[in-house]
């Protein structure tokens, strides 16, 4: 339960934040909200990776939607020859590693700070 | 222990991120991943939504009225503004919207400022723009402009249309471009679009040959050079007919105290940079309304230029009280080069004359501080450029020596006292005058008349362009315009003493007598790159003009009549070649009796019976082209094994196929080493065994390869292996990079109906459906009908959006 609210504030303040901000809020929002939920180390990783893959994948994939495949074909030709889909997929994947790195970190903060109980 | 985990694990996320965040990082040609794979930052947001178009209002201060901008289905923006200047800020502002980054590239490249953003590699080639003085030649262009209030005044009104989109874009929006690179926009200022107009005059008029002629005619004597380098090809068809008089007196070249050097009795050991591929180029013609079905003018134009995407060009309609004009502008300078309005039609070739002239610097010390001039050591003016390369720490300076003739560009350090400076018609401040070239636009666009026509001609100084015109009441006119410098017999043709005045042009060529035609009695007026005039021309001019494209048009023109705008475009189309048509019979009447088993090979019969068109599926051409190229190579061998050390001449094609058909006894077709002359059927017949042991069979399309180019030469954003026909010598003059990169035909008359096409897309992001969707239909020979509108609206489903300005909300 703990973990499915991270999630949702992680996609949710993470964008929020991303609209303004460079892309490395995503991380950092990760390991924040993981310090503030309190989570395991696991859950944190787990989390943050799927939050932010979720986010990451989820609007590119909006955009690549509206977009008809268009940039994110030329992209994975200049990539290596990689499908649209496959772009998408990338990019979930990238946001969701630092994500997940993120997250991580924030957890192991908890066992150092005086508010760890 | 427990902080060593946390810590470890925060600084693996933080370098990481870090690393993701660095262009270029450790060493790597990788751009910033993070922000450029993260959907609120990177290429994501350059993905743009296919078929949704939202109306948008924009207010600035800058603007004095309202300017109502419709965009048609081919994104091309047709501006409905109440005066000029506020026509220019919203053109500046829709060039910067859909090419900010071709833009900026195209000044960097042009003014040497390339390796600030790309590095060591491009460091050679900005050392190289910065020592021909291309800041230099814009400089003086826009002091020209800055003497007329009302020129200048549209030049800062677009500037401040580029820049005010500059100042909303957020690093999210800058174009993909920027964020594959690593760097910002700039704003944009009127030197930007002077230099952007010398980018064209660096394309168009930098061409020259003075160092290899100059080697040649020592190489091979005065009497070989001039029967292997004729100037005049008889043949032509010069854009001014024959038939015209030259009813004016020839100003007479001033007698001066020290005779002219004619040229430099010794070799050049320079190399000579990189020039503009000869097969730049274009074609334009207008014919009256007594050859065509409507009875009033059509006029057409493609010009030749390098092929690339984003493309050159940009469409736009521009209608205030003054215009109503539509056709293609360039990004980064305001107005329209090529187009029509209510009333006329113009169009552009280049001119190919010889603007550019090299003179042979002494230096009078040994650290080039001071040169001979008249008799004395005159000191040289030093530039220091400043080149900022990505990844030093300092930047390179460069010292440029400006002399009385224009920069020192060729430089030897083996031979410590002499070098070459550069004498450009592009480097001169224009004279006073009430307007210059881009006020030329201004008023063609404005023109109503064949006297507005000439009257706007005026301005123009370089790059000499061929300019066409078509009145709808019946007027055709072509005019070759610009600066042309007045010279003696074949002086520039070689490179030239640079140690005195006596040296130097006479002036310039009057503009009431370039050579110009108003309705000649052929009915039609017409230009492609090829000599100005017959020999008959009171001044002497050279330049390095095209032979076959020109004669095949007029040939053309000549023959055709009740002409429709499809007939029109059908020209514009005819991958014809007469250089086949005249080379063939003279090879093949050349084979020798050795060629017997040759001429019964199935490729050589399908070369006897071929129509000379260069199809794209046809591979009569690719056999034709190594034939040709087998035997012109076997023919000068001599002069090829020179190239490798000293720069010389080759004969031009016309000139070796004169040679076959009319000296095939020449000392020249002696095959290498034997001495013995006459071996002109030898010759032809080795290079056709030698081209069929190249020749794989391959269509013509897939041997040529055209290919259009991104500007950052990035294969994801270009379109590559295109099959599509036509070649250099065709009025379809698609060669590998270059073509037509605007296809216009008007039919003039009460309502203009004009079609047009070129090989990209009005928007310049690959992410936009809109970045090369007329490629496909322009490889095809398809045109589009040009939307003219009267006022912003009434065109229903052709229209996706409409952008309003005004000076506040």
Known sequence: MKVTLYIIALILIGAGLQMVFPWWMMPLAAAVLALGFNLKAWPAFLGGLLGAALLWGGYAAYLNTLNQGVMAGRIGELFGGQSATAVVLLTALFGGFFGGLGGLAGSLARNILPLSD | ?809
Not at chain 2, 520 to 540: E, I, K, L, M, W
Not at chain 2, 704 to 718: M, R
Not at chain 2, 758 to 772: A, K, L
Request: proline share 8%.
């Open chain 2, 1 to 809: 222990m427990q902080f060593l985990k946390f810590a470890s694990a925060a600084a693996i996320a933080a370098s990481l991120a870090l690393l993701a965040s660095l262009h270029q990082p450790l060493g790597s040609s990788l751009p910033a991943l993070g922000p450029l794979f993260s959907p609120f930052t990177g290429f994501w947001q350059n993905a743009e939504p296919v078929g949704a178009h939202a109306d948008i209002s924009l207010a600035f201060p800058e603007l004095k009225g309202e300017v109502d901008v419709v965009f048609d289905k081919r994104l091309v923006p047709h501006i409905f503004a109440e005066n000029l200047q506020d026509a220019a800020f919203v053109q500046g502002y829709l060039a910067a919207k859909y090419r900010l980054w071709q833009m900026d590239i195209a000044i960097r490249a042009t003014a040497g400022r390339l390796a600030e953003v790309a590095g060591e590699r491009a460091l050679e080639r900005d050392r190289l723009q910065r020592r021909k003085g291309m800041l230099f030649a814009a400089e003086n262009a826009l002091k020209g402009w800055q003497r007329n209030p009302e020129e200048i005044g549209l030049i800062e009104a677009y500037t401040r249309g580029v820049n005010a989109y500059i100042e909303n874009l957020r690093p999210a929006d800058y174009p993909i471009e920027f964020k594959l690179m690593g760097y910002s926009p700039e704003p944009w200022s009127p030197l930007k679009s002077a230099i952007f107009f010398k980018s064209m005059a660096e394309t168009l008029s930098s061409g020259h040959d003075d160092l290899p002629a100059t080697n040649s005619r020592l190489v091979l004597g005065d009497s070989l050079f001039y029967f292997l380098f004729p100037e005049y090809n008889p043949s032509q068809s010069p854009v001014i007919p024959p038939e015209v008089q030259w009813a004016f007196t020839p100003l007479p070249l001033e007698t001066r105290q020290s005779p002219p050097q004619e040229m430099i009795g010794q070799l050049i050991p320079h190399r000579q940079f990189q020039q503009p591929p000869a097969n730049l180029g274009s074609n334009n013609w207008a014919v009256a309304g007594s050859k065509t079905a409507t009875g009033r003018p059509m006029l057409c134009n493609d010009p030749h230029l390098k092929l690339s995407l984003p493309a050159i060009w940009f469409e736009i309609q521009i209608h205030t009280p003054e215009i109503n004009a539509y056709g293609v502008s360039f990004p980064g300078v305001p107005g329209i080069l090529i187009g029509f309005n209510d009333y006329v039609a113009w169009g552009v070739t280049n001119g190919s004359h010889d603007v550019l002239d090299w003179y042979r610097i002494d230096w009078a010390d040994e650290q080039r501080e001071t040169y001979f001039y008249d008799g004395q050591a005159r000191p040289v003016d030093k530039v220091v450029e400043v080149i900022r390369v990505k990844g030093r720490n300092q930047p390179l300076l460069d010292t440029v020596r400006y002399t009385a003739w224009g920069p020192v560009v060729y430089e030897n350090p083996g031979q410590p006292y002499f070098d070459m400076a550069m004498r450009w018609v592009a480097h001169d401040q224009p004279a006073p005058k009430p307007f210059t070239e881009i006020g030329t636009f201004w008023k063609l666009m404005q023109a109503r008349s064949y006297d507005d026509y000439r009257a706007a001609m005026e301005g123009f100084d370089n790059p000499i362009q061929n300019f066409v015109f078509a009145h709808k009441d019946g007027d055709i006119a072509i005019t070759v315009n610009g600066l042309l410098p007045l010279k003696r017999p074949e002086q520039g043709r070689f490179v030239q003493e640079g140690s005195s005045s006596a040296n130097a042009w006479y002036g310039s060529i009057p503009r009431s007598q370039a050579p110009a035609v108003h309705n000649p009695s052929r009915g039609f007026v017409s230009s492609a790159n090829q000599h100005s005039t017959d020999p008959s021309y009171p001044y002497y001019y050279n330049g390095n003009f095209d032979d076959y494209r020109g004669r095949f048009i007029n040939r053309r023109l000549e023959e055709m009549d009740n002409i429709t705008l499809q007939d029109m475009m059908a020209l514009q189309l005819d991958n014809y070649s007469l250089k086949a048509e005249e080379a063939m019979p003279v090879l093949l009447g050349m084979l020798d009796s050795t060629a017997t088993a040759l001429l019964s090979r199935p490729e050589v019969k399908g070369l006897q019976a071929w129509d000379y068109r260069y199809e794209k599926g046809a591979r009569e051409p690719v056999l034709f082209e190594l034939w040709f190229k087998e035997a012109h190579r076997a023919t000068f061998d001599e002069l090829l094994a020179l190239q490798d050390s000293l720069e010389v001449l080759l004969p031009e094609p016309w000139r070796f196929l004169d040679l076959l058909r009319r000296h095939p006894d020449h000392p020249v077709f002696a095959r290498r080493g034997s001495g013995q002359p006459g071996q002109a059927p030898a010759i032809v017949t080795g290079a056709l065994e030698s081209a069929l042991s190249q020749y794989e069979g391959q269509s013509w399309s897939d041997y040529k390869d055209t290919g259009i180019n991104h500007l950052a030469n990035i294969p994801a954003f270009s379109r590559l292996h295109l099959p599509v026909g036509g070649w250099r010598d065709a009025p379809n003059a698609i060669s590998e990079q270059n073509g037509p990169s605007w296809r216009m035909a008007v039919s003039l008359g009460e309502e203009m109906e004009a079609y047009g096409i070129y090989p990209g897309g009005q928007s310049g992001n690959p992410g936009s459906p809109y970045y090369e969707n007329m490629v496909d239909k322009w490889l095809d020979g398809g045109y589009e009908r040009l939307l003219f509108l009267k006022q912003p609206g009434g065109a229903g489903e052709q229209l996706l959006f409409t952008m309003s300005f005004g000076p506040e909300q």
